[in-house]
């Protein structure tokens, strides 16, 4: 498995994945909107035998006060599950996230699988705001400065449909 940048040449077939993974067209309308707003800050693809089998996007995060980005979507094709691949995606991004000097990664998706990588359920309020209702997690990649971030927490425009 190759895991690599995404490149400008990739997208459409990241379009594609992302509604054949998610099993509909909403999380790639999204994204679609992101490229065209050029709101990703990290993104890689997962490549096995030159197929594109999984994509990670990590867009900014609006917290007060702090350095945040956001995880999604993070899929892996229906057929190439179970193998490390997101899990392989996901490190790759919190890594590269980490090494560009971000504080905090929040993510909105299943915490069984997120729990792994030391993500926890965001229990104050007002940092929760509009997704206190979803599975909002976050990753203190520099501990205790979460403490000092401020109240308001603000995805990508592109994800307000999901709001």
Do not use: W
């Amino acid at each position: 498995m190759l895991i690599r940048p995404t490149r400008r040449e990739d997208r459409l077939t990241v379009l594609a994945l992302i509604e054949l993974a998610f099993n509909g067209a909403d999380e790639a309308r999204v994204v679609a909107q992101l490229y065209r707003s050029d709101e990703q800050e990290i993104e890689f693809v997962a490549e096995i035998e030159g197929e594109i089998v999984g994509h990670l996007m990590m867009t900014s995060l609006t917290v007060e006060g702090i350095h945040a980005l956001a995880v999604g979507p993070l899929c892996v094709h229906p057929f190439a599950r179970n193998q490390g691949i997101g899990s392989a995606l996901l490190q790759r991004g919190l890594d590269t996230a980490r090494g560009r000097g971000c504080e905090a990664v929040f993510v909105v998706g299943e915490p069984s699988f997120y729990r792994r990588f030391g993500f926890t359920r965001t229990t104050s309020a007002s940092l929760a705001g509009l997704y206190q209702g979803c599975l909002l997690q976050v990753l203190e990649l520099k501990p205790g400065r979460l403490g000092r971030a401020g109240p308001e927490l603000r995805f990508a425009d592109a994800f307000a449909q999901f709001g």
